[in-house]
Each structure stands twice: as C-alpha cells, then as structure tokens.
C-alpha cells in the first residue's frame, strides 16, 4: 500500500468516524447483501459488533504505521474469521 493510499484510508475513516450513523448505516447495507450473510449475523450482539468494527479499523491504521501489535491483533482477528 503505498503512502497515498494509506492516507487517503486514514481520512475516509475519520470522516466516516465523524457520520453518527456510518457504523449502522454499514450493518444495515452488509447484511441487505444477502441471506447467507444475514444468517451468519442473526445471533450478534450489535452494540458489541459496532465497537469492534470500529476497533478493528483503527488497528488497520495502526498496522499500515508500522505499529507491531496493530498487524498481531490483526491476524488473530483474521483467523477467526476464516
């Protein structure tokens, strides 16, 4: 990813930070996608999901600096969701 890129991630996430219902309005398209996607959703606590969306963007941020525990937590997330 080059530099440019990483910036420009970095300012579309503060904007949408900024958007109160940028994280609702995201759950409410994702899982209009289909059922599939619906069914794997349907016993999720959303207030928790919502946090951890957000948290998982703000580690990308922290990995695409450098930061070493950003990229580790990253991946472990990454297995979980195979």
Do not use: W
């Not at 996608?33 to 959703?41: L, P």
């Amino acid at each position: 990813m080059t530099k440019d890129s990483r910036k420009v991630f970095k300012e579309s996430l503060s904007r949408c930070k900024q958007r109160p219902n940028f994280v609702d309005q995201f759950y409410d398209r994702f899982l209009a996608t289909s059922n599939e996607v619906k069914v794997k959703f349907v016993r999720t606590n959303f207030s928790v999901q919502k946090i951890k969306l957000l948290k998982s963007l703000e580690m990308t941020v922290l990995a695409l600096e450098g930061v070493p525990q950003a990229m580790r937590e990253l991946e472990e997330r990454a297995l979980t969701h195979s």
